[in-house]
């Protein structure tokens, strides 16, 4: 039979943050079905090194087109084009 293979070997590491922050991680963590705060923030800082060309300027832009989107502020290609003269008509500046 093979050995078990052993979990590979952990180490603590204390960070400080504001108590408010530490509300906003809490409340994350659970809202996505994280099992631990500890879990969260490995999941977190993996992503953070998996992925390190997505940046915080790339989440904010993200935010705002999902905010845009609720509030149903968004525009079809046609109004765009149209907007941008990109279909063959002038746009209102040019005029």
Excluded: C, Q
């Excluded at 832009?61 to 149903?72: F, K, P, Q, S, T």
């Amino acid at each position: 039979m093979a050995e078990a293979e052993s979990s590979p070997e952990k180490t603590t590491v204390n960070i400080r943050m504001t108590e408010t922050f530490l509300e906003d991680v809490d409340s994350t963590w659970e809202d996505h079905g994280f099992n631990s705060r500890s879990e969260y923030i490995r999941a977190v800082l993996r992503d953070a090194l998996k992925h390190p060309e997505f940046n915080r300027a790339d989440l904010k832009a993200m935010l705002a087109g999902e905010v845009e989107i609720r509030e149903d502020r968004t525009h079809g290609s046609e109004e765009v084009k149209a907007e941008y003269g990109l279909d063959g008509t002038a746009r209102d500046s040019d005029e």
